[in-house]
């Protein structure tokens, strides 16, 4: 992963009928490595189809919690994708924990803000590191074997763009500022999704300001804080995605 160069998607959950856990493991292509470059995370692209989140044995793969945040979405589009989300993400962790994706157990780090345990998702009782996201219609999942951050956002509104960028590091502001309407859309896109990916590697999310961390909003990251190495993701057309992975050797 070197700096600034963007990231190929290695694999895409394809949105066709799962039938069983063992079936919608073979819907992963290419079927995940048994290892992984320290350097480089794996990046899997999830697009849900509606029948995904229909089909009660791919609810079945969730935990209780996940079922009952999948019941909590009023939008069937929403509930279709966090479901579908889910279930890639216990997929792929039950490739690396050689458990079915039903018995793979997550559980939340302390966070760094206030040591609660709302901070980074991980593998009870160890494993690959990972993040998941998703926007749209899309998810976005990375493992890494360092802390590893993925976030994936659909381009907002002009409007949007208006109102949040403000909340931005100032060099950021003052470049989205400086753009043509047209064109800030997608740098604030890549600008946000490169900052909450790093703000999700630090375990923090957006409990952190979103002013003091500079990622750049130009078609290259900025080099990343505390040496954390930010790249983006050639995701589907209309959204923008990013991974941020944390320095070789760490750990936590």
């Known amino acids: 992963m070197g700096e600034g160069a963007p990231i190929r998607v290695t694999g895409v959950l394809l949105s066709v009928p799962p039938l069983s856990p063992r079936e919608l493991t073979s819907l992963l292509v290419p079927p995940p490595a048994a290892e992984f470059s320290a350097d480089r995370p794996e990046v899997w692209l999830v697009r849900p189809g509606r029948h995904v989140a229909e089909l009660p044995r791919a609810s079945d793969v969730l935990s209780d919690a996940e079922r009952r945040q999948a019941a909590a979405f009023r939008s069937e589009s929403d509930r279709v994708l966090y479901t579908g989300a889910h279930v890639a993400l216990r997929l792929l962790l039950g490739v690396r924990a050689d458990v079915p994706p039903e018995k793979v157990e ?3 780090e302390p966070c760094p803000c206030c040591d609660k345990p709302h901070g980074r998702p991980a593998l009870a009782g160890g494993g690959p590191h990972f993040s998941l996201s998703h926007s749209g219609d899309l998810a976005l ?3 890494a074997a360092t802390p590893v951050g993925a976030d994936v956002e659909r381009l907002p509104r002009a409007r949007t763009v208006d109102e949040v960028a403000g909340s931005l590091h100032p060099r950021e502001a003052k470049e989205l500022a400086e753009l043509p309407t047209a064109e800030r859309p997608v740098a604030f896109a ?3 999704a490169r900052k ?3 703000l999700k590697g630090i375990g923090t999310g957006l409990g952190r300001n979103l002013d003091l961390d500079y990622v750049g909003s130009g078609p290259t990251p900025a080099a990343g804080p505390d040496g954390w190495r930010l790249a983006d993701v050639a995701v589907d057309e ?3 995605g990013a991974v941020a992975l944390a320095p070789q050797g760490a750990e936590s």
């Open 106 to 108: 997550m559980v939340r």
């Open 141 to 143: 999942i990375a493992l």
């Open 190 to 192: 890549r600008t946000w």
């Open 196 to 198: 909450e990916a790093y």
């Open 238 to 240: 209309g959204y923008a």
